[in-house]
């Protein structure tokens, strides 16, 4: 099984979670993308859902599924969000924004009773860290954000390449918040609390991608099938 089979395998295990008349949030990402196909071939057979699209690629994507869409202004409160990751561990910490969503990803799922991350399992680590984590920035004072940042993480152990996230034509990357994102390789972040805690003191940055105390459930799909990781009392 390839990864892209993996991806659909979690996504489809993630339809568990879903009951008629639900709220749901939509994540970002190839992963996601491969469960919001999946909803949308639920709502085509009558599943009655009203969903919440973390980016305005998920949002085109459900739009043209014809999956009812409404917004957290509309409706503040969700029952479940299904999205991917970019790493997890067994704690069901995660990193997240590889694909700039980090943002209305942390919202969504911080509005929603419940977050199921679904993955392949090259995306569970022991330590966090060896995927570059995502912060969003304002545009204003990058540069003074940038060293902050730096300052911030050496005094939490992290030590790394920081630097800014650029489109393949060289223009940076803009979130759909129209900030920029920062990626910061560490390597290893062995205090993932106190990181997210010192990152969020530059008032620069507006989110960072650790989500910590988050995710209720990881469903990572691997060679030798499903493995459902649950938070106590998830
Ligand atoms: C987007 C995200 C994604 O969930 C993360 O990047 C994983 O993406 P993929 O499923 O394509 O590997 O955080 O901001």
Known sequence: MDSDEMKSKAAQKAMDYVQNGMKLGLGTGSTAAKFVDLVGNA???GLDVLCVPTSVATRDQAAALSIPLTTLEQTPHL?????GADELDEHLRLVKGGGGALLREKIVATSSDKMVVIADDSKLVTVLGQFPLPIEVVQFGLKSSLMAIEGMATRVGCVGEIKQRMQ???TPYITDNGNFIIDALFGQIKKPEALSEAL??????????????????AIIAGQDGITTLEIDGA
């Open 43 to 45: 709502v085509a057979g």
């Open 79 to 83: 029952d479940v969000t299904v999205d």
């Open 168 to 170: 393949g034509d060289g």
């Open 200 to 217: 969020m003191q530059v008032p620069g940055v507006v989110e960072n991608g650790l989500f910590l105390g988050i995710a209720d459930v």
